[in-house]
């Protein structure tokens, strides 16, 4: 028997140029739509979505983008959780964390990802993938 799952009670959808300021536009739009939501600006929660926001968007146009194609964000909020999905149009190149050298400038993104979602992981695409990482809610 499978498990049913929470209706979302909010999803925001948004599509952006696969470009620096389509990442940043992409941050700043998820905390004013979470502030909307009831979860304020600057609080943990918020602060923890930003973040991932900004990673996973600066990801999609740095290491997966193809001209002429944008990414899209998407928020979800459930009952339990806050989804963060991040599509972009490769799927060629499957993410993993790993360990940056020490004097590395780059590489820690995953790895700040990894520390603050519950949970994460990737999910393919007809035109390329998605990155998701969910928030528990307080």
Not at 12 to 26: D, E, H, K
Request: charged letters at 25%; hydrophobic letters at 45%.
């Amino acid at each position: 028997m499978k498990a049913e799952t929470a209706a979302p009670a909010a999803e925001f959808t948004q599509r952006f140029s696969a470009t620096r300021r389509g990442a940043r536009l992409a941050r700043h739009l998820a905390v004013h739509q979470l502030d909307g939501w009831g979860i304020p600006y600057g609080s943990d929660l918020s602060d923890s979505a930003a973040l991932i926001v900004a990673e996973l968007a600066a990801n999609a146009v740095t290491h997966a983008r193809v001209p002429g194609r944008d990414f899209e964000l998407r928020l979800t909020l459930c009952p339990t959780t806050l989804r963060i999905e991040v599509s972009d149009a490769r799927a060629d190149r499957e993410p993993a964390p790993r360990p940056p050298t020490p004097d590395s400038e780059t590489g820690r993104g995953l790895l700040l990802v990894e520390a603050l979602a519950t949970t994460w992981g990737t999910a393919d695409r007809v035109v390329g993938k998605t990155i998701w990482a969910e928030l528990a809610l307080p």
